[in-house]
């Protein structure tokens, strides 16, 4: 899987570093937990840059290639950081088939940036993403854990406008 | 003792609907009114009509309110909880008969021919409380194997039943669990596959957010029937609802003594733990998914050795996905007969489908196999919305094929679907219509394979990236028949070369598309044309004089200024600034926009 890799410095706190220790002491004992501990690492830092990757690594007592290989396998992985809201559009078959393409053509329009990007000021961010099995609902896109269904290109504008305040 | 009890769908279809706010405005203007102590509220699993979400029934009537509002809260509670007036304005209202009078569900087109054992508990039960489950008959089935049956007999009512797995391959479940059985090693395990990645199909994450138990209850049976003592469910991290139901029950089933030691007093251990995957459509493949329970990149690995010999951490393994294991307790309970008793001779008992796309009652539907297309379709799916054609139903995702309009009197299973180059898959079916083109189905499915290609051998690597750019080359109208050869040739050379599953099945949709709508691939090629109007290289928007008012709207909104003319006069499109984007389309009041 093609993944973007940030360049942006990093720019983690002590308390992210000691939450992260914490995981690593929990889970060290077996290494097949190491796709575990990435997860916790991505919910703490909200992406995996390589110091993380390295800090996982160390403590994990495994190489950081390996590591590395990991999370440029799955596509949960982020290298690089996501926006303050970041806009997910459901790309499984049944939200293809509505028109699930025409959301992100309006997205890349109404934001400013394609798929996979993050606007400059951190705020927005745009990806496309597997089916989230609400298909019942299709087209949906999510904007972090709100969903919104049934949507229409029409309807981007409105919701867009609603983070932007 | 209750009352009434208030079912309200908790699934991630309802949920996205916004159904657990409306839970929080139930149980408040219950407590405000003063009915707490009358009537409850119970969050259930999915009741599989997603379209009409978000939905809640009251019993004891069974009214089955659909499409709730927040606002709409207050009313039911006043007049129907409170005064025993149904509020039949909400209804579904296919079950309103009259205004005095209301239908069961089960006599509703979408129920009506749905047999329910997988999703049994769906939408009946609190998911979150296995006394609920255990009032339905919950854990009988894992007593009765404890206390009365040998692992053997567990093995032969599996195999008797005719069981086959509803992951997509169809191997038989019972033979499966013998394979195990029959290696001695020190530690042995059970997996669950609930990894869903076939996009658009649902049902196994519907089981375990609404009915968790059941897989626990199933994968300890198959713990004890193999000779396992640990099992591992592997569960999609995008399905957080899922995972937290199922580590409640988890944690439930341990205190009472349900998963642990010694269960039913009879020297049997079993525990089960949760790995989450973090979204590869390989790690569906068994091997693959080992891998990653291990904390690897998800690669296959070359079989044999079969799991069954060398699976997770190098010992025998038995894997299983979802829905095949939420038939086992009723297979246990009930006997193989009543298994073989529904579905056809060669595909036993029933098979959930996630109905989406096209179609108007999208959802969850569980038929007994041998039911045809056109039922599915048409009486139970409410056909094709807004009066469009039906052109094909898509199933297997991107590993199967599609069905067209000529082959709806096909009865679904597992066979008969082979024998017309498609395949049952995990029981995605999507319908399309007149307006989607089939070459950029297939082109869609592709894409998805080429993304997750694990680049583990280079027929799946290589090949699916060259079959997808021969497919572009249609979809852009550069290609000739000759290409068409090529695309045939390549696919087949895929299918016959690639390591594992993934790989095998990638070319199946566009060897459908190319068999059952090979007139439309040759549109692309000969008339350069996309019959559906998807393929953009191949459209072209023109203005007819006669309709045009001469507004200037169009003018205005094109986004490259491809549009000119002035004040009431006709205007025209320059194609070559034109970029297809519809915008004219889709602002013209007078439909003099016509693309083609």
Redesign the interface.
């Known amino acids: ?1 093609v993944k973007k890799i940030s360049s942006n410095p990093f720019n983690g706190t002590p308390e992210q570093a000691a939450k992260l220790q914490a995981v690593i002491e929990e889970s060290k004992h077996d ?6 501990v ?2 916790e690492a991505q919910g703490i830092y909200g992406y995996l840059p390589i110091e993380v990757q390295k800090m996982i690594a160390d403590g994990m007592g495994v190489p950081v290639e ?1 590591v590395y ?2 999370s440029t ?5 982020s290298l690089s950081p996501k926006g303050e809201y970041n806009f997910s559009v459901c ?4 939200c ?3 028109g699930a393409q025409d959301l992100i ?1 309006k997205l890349e ?1 109404v934001l400013g940036i394609s798929a996979k990007e993050c606007t400059p000021d951190g705020k927005f961010s745009l990806e496309d ?10 087209p ?1 896109i999510t904007v972090n854990d709100e ?1 919104y ?1 049934k949507l229409e290109a ?1 309807d981007i504008p409105g919701i867009v406008a609603k983070y932007q305040a | 003792m209750y009352r009434s009890h208030v079912l309200v769908c908790g699934g ?2 309802c949920t ?2 916004n159904s657990g706010a409306i839970i929080e405005a139930l149980e408040k203007e219950i407590a405000d009114k003063g009915l707490d102590k009358e009537i409850k509220v119970i969050k259930t699993g999915c009741f599989g009509l ?2 009409l ?1 978000p939905i809640m029934i009251v019993y004891p009537e069974g009214c089955f309110y659909s499409e709730v509002k927040v606002e709409d809260v207050p009313e039911i509670v006043e007049e129907h909880l409170l005064k025993g007036r149904i509020v039949t304005r909400l209804l579904y209202d296919e079950t309103v008969v009259s205004e005095k009078e209301i239908k069961s569900l089960n006599e509703t087109n979408f129920y009506k021919k749905q047999k329910r054992i997988a999703l049994r508990n769906c939408g009946v039960i609190d998911p979150e409380n296995i006394e609920e489950y255990i009032a339905y008959d919950g854990y009988q089935a894992l007593a009765k194997c404890l206390t009365e049956m040998t692992p053997e007999d567990v093995i032969k009512v599996v195999k008797d039943s005719g069981l086959r797995g509803r992951g997509g391959g169809g191997f038989p479940t019972g033979m499966k669990w013998e394979f195990t059985s029959k290696n001695a090693a020190d530690q042995k395990y059970v997996v669950c596959n609930a990894d ?7 049902m196994d ?1 519907s089981v375990l957010e609404g009915d968790p138990h059941c897989i626990i209850e199933a994968m300890t049976i198959c713990g004890y029937a193999t000779g396992a003592t640990e099992g591992y469910v592997y569960v999609r ?3 957080p609802i899922a995972v937290e139901r199922l580590q409640i029950a988890i944690d439930q089933a341990r205190e009472h003594g349900l998963l642990g030691k010694n269960i039913f007093g009879s020297g049997f251990d079993f525990d089960l733990f949760i ?7 390989v790690c569906g493949e068994e091997t693959a998914l080992m891998t ?7 690669e296959p690995r070359p079989r044999p050795p079969y799991p069954a010999v060398k699976g997770l ?1 190098a010992k025998p393994t038995t894997e299983n996905n979802v829905e095949t294991f939420a038939n086992i307790p009723q297979i246990i309970l009930h006997g193989a007969d009543f298994f073989k008793s529904m579905g056809t001779e060669r595909s036993a008992g029933t098979k959930v489908f ?1 109905l ?3 179609i108007k009652n ?2 969850l539907v569980e038929i007994p196999m041998g039911t045809t297309l056109r039922e599915i379709i048409e009486d139970i799916g409410g056909g094709v919305p807004n009066g469009k054609k039906f052109k094909a139903a ?1 199933t297997g ?1 991107p590993s199967g094929g599609c069905i067209p309009a000529s082959l709806m009197d096909t009865e679904i299973d597992y066979d008969n679907l082979t024998a017309i180059g498609c395949m049952m898959g995990s029981g ?1 079916l ?3 219509d007149e307006d ?1 083109c089939m070459v950029d ?1 297939a082109k ?2 592709l894409d998805f394979t080429v ?2 290609s ?1 680049g583990k051998c280079a027929p799946c690597r290589i090949g699916t990236k060259r079959l997808r750019e021969l497919l572009e080359k249609v979809t852009d109208g550069k290609a000739t028949m000759e290409t068409l050869d090529e695309i045939e040739k390549l696919a087949h050379y895929i299918k016959e070369n690639s390591l594992c599953g993934l790989g095998q099945t990638a070319p199946n949709p566009v060897l459908a598309t190319l068999k059952f709508f090979k007139d439309e691939y040759i549109a692309h090629v000969v008339d350069k044309k996309c019959p559906a109007g998807v393929c953009k290289a191949l459209l072209n928007y023109s203005i007819v004089a006669d309709k045009c008012k001469g507004c200037t709207l169009c003018a205005r909104k094109c ?1 490259v200024g491809a549009i000119s003319g002035s004040v009431k006069e006709v205007h025209t499109i320059d194609t070559t600034k034109c970029i297809k ?1 519809g915008v004219c389309e ?1 602002n013209c009041k007078f439909g003099a926009i016509i693309k083609g």
Do not use: W
């Not at chain 1, 290494?31 to 575990?36: A, G, I, P, T, V």
């Not at chain 1, 993403?129 to 299709?138: E, K, Q």
């Not at chain 2, 790995?275 to 459509?281: K, T, Y």
């Not at chain 2, 990653?292 to 998800?298: A, D, F, M, T, Y």
């Open positions: 899987m290494k097949s937990l190491l796709m575990h990435m997860q390996k290989g990991v396998f799955y596509a949960q992985f790309l499984g078959t049944a293809y088939v509505k053509d329009e993403c597997r089916c989230i099995g609400a298909c019942g609902l299709a949906v969903v269904g029409k | 991630t279809g996205s609907s997603c379209a979400g869903e990645g076939d996009p658009g199909a649902f994450r991290a995008e399905y790995r989450l995957g973090a979204g590869a459509f990653s329970i291990e904390g690897n990149r998800g951490f996630a989406g796309g096209k999208t959802g898509q995702g995605g999507i319908v399309m989607n189905i869609f499915f993304d997750e694990c986004p984007c889709s």
